[in-house]
């Protein structure tokens, strides 16, 4: 027969729990050791009802919890229940199967109840978690719920788990509550599977990101970030400077390089250049002029007992006659030394053939010389002012120069010379005037025309130093340039080729070279011994007196007796002439022939 259980004592007011006072050490030890065995008492199996009343200890009814249970297990105002889920936890190292991990230095207690693992003692600071207890048998006392995540007061022992009744087994673990999570280091003990619980999840294991992590452990705070240095205004400006004077050692390094490798050829410089242009000039260009005229051009280099000089000449034909002036080969004198350049280079002895001093003309000639160049001679008579010329000479000794330049002016009386008191080395010439540039060393060269032909020979220069003549002063060329008219010099280098020496042409009457007035006087003394008019002479015949006054000749007004000459010389002997003559305020025409005096 069944035993009739006995009704359930309403908790007392001393059954409740008494929060312990710091410092009370009795009170706890009596307090914990009550909590022991009542846990004990809680883990032992119930006993069956029909087993013998001998023995047993009378059941203390549950005390009565403060709050009516939540049928959700939700605690009020929001804290945590007795069967919350704790929080989630990473822990920094993984715990080992076989038990819950101990920090190296400190011990693992044994645990109370065989086969039961427990939990290692918390570290410092840290709260200490009991242990879950399983539901106890009607009539047994338990002990008040702790609520997980409280902390004790300071210095409160929590009691500790009641151990086994003597005479029964040890109860299995409960395994614990789904979604609940064990305490921190707290490892569950290994049962038997419950049907009727899914299959735990598989964790992944901790990365190395947390294997220095502990949520418990009290961080320290970050340290201060450190302070940028600040660069003063004065230390930006001197690394400036500092900067801008490297780079420019570097760049002129670099450049100095690259030009001594340019210099040494270590640098291929391909510059674009117009091809070699093979067709020849236009025949009246200067470029076509000098091209034909050069080869017959030479330059003459003279070498006497007291002076030598440079000048210019000209082949005249295949036999080596050259035609220069009488000034450039006077140096000379009877035994100089005359040597010949031409335009190829090749040297040759040159000797006077014949000379005139009242023409300045000379001949010379070069013997065993082949391939001569003679230059056309053109006629001077056809000449026009404003005609283009070109002038080729070694001016200053410069060989094979070429000028430019036109016909400023005809029979430009001029006269060189005169060194001689009796006047017998003065030259009278009747020439051409160009602005093509003549300098000294240009003497006996040609002047051609735009079809190169010789129309004159270049004499004289009226320089800006001293405002001599033919032959004179070393000054620079301005632009006044006379030459002897190539038909003057034809007539004359033939005559003196043929019989080495010139004629002039003469009028028969002596002329008053200091008369002041318009005009060229016939003296009214004759030289020396003589009468001042020939007898039977040109100027006898055409009934010409002393003290006349010669004006015109051929109708061209003269105006010194220097200007009579020149027009005189300018014809051949026996060309008629018509002069205009002034005797006692009357002026009067007459015709004569003009005769022939030898150079002598």
Known sequence: MDEPK?????????????????????????????????????????????????????????????????????????????????????????????????PPGMAQAPSPVPGMAQAPPPAPGMAQVPPQTPPQAPGTPQAPPQVPGMTPPHG??????????????????????PGMTPPHGTQLPVGPADPHRPAPMAQPAPTAQWRGYDPWTVVPPPAAPKTPKTVSRRGAWIAVLLIALVAGCVGGGI?????????????????????????????????????????GVVTI????????????????????HILTNNHVVQPAGADGDISVTFNSGQDAKAEIIGRDTGYDLAVVKVDRVSGLTPLPLGNSDSVRVGDPVVAI?????????????????????????????????VSYVDALQTDAPINPGNSGGPLV????????????????????????????????GFAIPINQGKRVAEELINTGKATHPVIGVTLDMGYTGDGARVNTKGAGSGPPVTSGGPGDKAGIKAGDVITEVDGVPVHSGQELIVKIRSHRPGDRLELTVKRGGKKRTTELTLGSASSG
Do not use: C
């Open 449 to 480: 025309d735009r079809k190169g032909r010789v129309i004159g020979i270049n004499s004289a220069i009226r320089a800006a130093d001293d405002g001599s003549g033919l032959g004179g002063g070393q000054g620079g060329s301005i632009g006044l």
């Open 255 to 295: 450049g100095a390089y690259a030009e001594r490798d340019n210099a040494s050829g270590g640098v291929d410089v391909k510059l674009p250049q117009a091809p070699v242009e093979k067709e020849a000039r236009a025949p009246g260009s200067v470029a076509g002029i000098a091209a034909s005229s050069l080869p």
């Open 393 to 425: 000479g070694a001016p200053f000794d410069l060989a094979g120069t070429v000028t430019s330049g036109i016909i400023s002016a005809k029979e430009r009386p001029i006269t060189a010379g005169g060194e001689k008191e009796d006047g017998s080395d």
């Open 301 to 320: 280099h003279v070498r006497g007992s007291s002076e030598e000089g440079t000048g210019t000449g000209f082949v005249l034909d295949k036999q080596g």
């Open 6 to 102: 006995a009704p359930k004592p309403k908790p007392k007011w001393w059954s409740r729990p008494v929060a312990a006072r710091p410092g009370d050490q009795s009170s706890d030890a009596a307090e914990g050791a009550e909590e022991r065995t009542e846990a004990a008492a809680a883990q032992a199996p119930p006993e069956p009802v029909d087993a013998p009343m001998e023995g047993r200890v009378p059941e203390e009814p549950a005390p009565r919890p403060l709050h009516e249970p939540d049928p959700y297990s939700t605690p009020p105002y929001g804290g945590p229940g007795p069967w919350a889920p704790a929080p989630p936890v990473q822990h920094p190292v993984a715990t080992p199967a076989q038990g819950t991990h101990v």
């Open 156 to 177: 409160t022992t929590l009691p500790p788990a009641a151990g086994p009744v003597p005479g029964q087994s040890a109860p299995a673990a409960m395994p614990p509550h």
